[in-house]
């Protein structure tokens, strides 16, 4: 019997991950071409959704945004299992609306077997883009300034009482909270980043596991099972601290077994696309395994084998700098430096601001970019009195040039108004760079080798003075 039972998990599983492959080669034939970005808006869904074919999705208008923006929830499949998804409740956190886009064209290949399973089997419920004023503002919050996922008891925001609603009126079986968590997450104690991170929330301080609580962690243990094939040993798993104000919490003492997935980061994916692609496979993979009731051959302790989430990831981690001190104190230290993006206007490139976080033994800490400090020593860069508008004409083996005299940033004059895009931070003329590092300041200085400058530092971007093709990244405007 033993042996009868471990075959056919077996097999499930090798299906599973099959199915998974399957998903992610193909993704991009169901990939919604429109979305490439995180910062589209509640204008650029209306045609996706307007598009959808009506023959069998339903879509309606489940309410509006506190700004008067249409909230719709679309419906599909006839199935006696009601599943609901909702995205972007944060609305900076876009990632997974991308992927319900592209789930969206999955579902009209009506003649896969495998979507016609899900469509007989469940009714899904989807929202895209629950905060559609926050959306527009790319912000967290609601444009009341409510954090939405600490509204599920107040119903202070209309888009709360949408969701809620909707829960009640589906009493839904099953629920996934779609979210995008901070990039420096990573997986325990590992280097890795956090790219895709899960929780089954608790539903009281006890975090007690209930029969739908365990269905939702075994849930979670097939999409881990199908994401380390694709992104090994970067699966989190989120802090389940009861928190009695969240959606996800309170879902799941309603009686929603309810999955939160986090998308994380990536190294060289700052918009997201292949995170979207994993979105994509680990919700449908999910799908399919509710519909054929494979999650229940799962076992709980693959939940609570996946790693915890940790917050010790930085984008660049420069080790073993020597900082020259006063009286010939030098001392050593090691530097985190993290970029904050600012969304400056719709579809441009996102712009960054680079700061040290952190400095001193920072052995704990990672970065998504590690350099060896050894032996060189910290200055700070110096201020170039030249228009900035000068530099406009210099291609990057000239910019490089101005770096490697260590030059780090252009004075700008009050009355300079247009501000060029430029690798470098524009300042005030009288500006007085700090001579040593310091915590929460920009990230812009130099690294020096033998008193010849090898690193430019800069807004948090790390130039090498004798790349001659370097990626150039924003500087930051401190006039
Ligand atoms: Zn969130």
């Not at 008067?68 to 009601?82: D, F, H, L, Q, S």
């Not at 210099?394 to 300079?416: A, F, I, N, R």
Request: hydrophobic content about 35%.
């Amino acid at each position: 019997m033993r042996v009868l039972i471990f075959l056919v998990m077996t097999i499930g599983s090798m299906e599973a991950q099959d199915f998974s492959d399957y998903l992610w080669d193909h993704h991009s034939k169901y990939q919604e071409s429109s979305l490439s970005h995180r910062r589209f808006k509640h204008k650029d869904l209306i045609p996706l959704i307007e598009k959808l074919p009506v023959n069998n999705f339903r879509v309606k208008q489940a309410g509006k945004s506190y700004l008067g923006k249409p909230i719709y929830a679309i419906t599909v499949g006839n199935g006696p299992i009601t599943v609901l998804l909702w995205s972007q409740m944060h609305g900076n956190e876009a990632t997974a609306t991308m992927a319900l886009f592209d789930i969206f064209n999955y579902l009209q290949e009506s003649e896969l077997p495998e979507v016609q399973q899900l469509l007989s089997s469940l009714t899904l419920t989807f929202v895209p883009m629950l905060n559609p004023d926050g959306a527009d503002l790319f912000q967290r919050r609601t444009v009341q300034g409510i954090d939405m996922n600490r509204d599920a008891l107040k119903l202070n925001c209309p888009e709360s009482t949408i969701l809620k609603a909707l829960r009640d009126s589906i009493q839904a079986d099953w629920g996934f909270n779609l979210h995008d968590q901070n990039i420096y997450y990573n997986v325990g104690q590992t280097a890795k980043p956090a790219t895709i991170s899960f929780l089954a929330p608790a539903f009281n301080v006890a975090k007690d596991v209930n029969e739908l609580r365990a269905d939702a962690m075994k849930l979670i243990a097939v999409m881990d099972q199908a994401l380390q094939k694709i992104v090994p040993g970067q699966v989190g798993k989120y802090d389940d601290t009861f928190e009695p104000r969240a959606f996800g919490d309170n879902m799941q003492k309603w009686g929603t077994r309810t999955i939160l997935i986090e998308s994380g980061g990536l190294a060289d994916d700052p918009e997201k696309q292949i995170i979207r692609r994993l979105n994509f496979v680990s919700i449908i993979q999910a799908l399919q395994a509710i519909a054929s009731s494979s999650y229940a051959n799962y076992d709980l302790q693959s939940y609570w084998d996946i790693p915890m989430n940790s917050n010790n990831l930085n984008d660049l981690l420069i080790r073993k700098v020597t900082v020259p001190g006063q009286g010939g104190k030098d001392y050593q230290v090691d530097i985190a430096i993290r970029r904050q993006e600012y969304d400056k206007k719709g579809s441009a490139p996102l712009s960054y601001k680079g700061t040290i976080e952190d400095l001193g033994d920072l052995s704990t800490q990672y970065g998504y970019q590690e350099i060896d400090g050894q032996g060189l020593e910290y200055a700070p860069g110096k201020v170039c009195q030249q228009h900035a508008g000068d530099f406009n004409a210099l291609d990057s083996s000239k910019l490089m040039e101005v770096m490697k005299q260590g030059y780090t940033y252009v004075s700008v004059e009050q009355q300079h108004q247009q501000q060029p895009s430029l690798p470098f931070d524009l300042v005030r003329p009288d500006y007085h760079p700090l001579t040593a590092p310091k915590i929460e300041h920009p990230a812009t200085f130099l690294l020096l080798d033998e008193g010849a400058v090898k690193y430019a530092i800069i807004n948090g971007f790390i130039y090498d003075v004798e790349d001659s093709e370097p990626i150039l990244g924003n500087g930051w405007s401190y006039k």
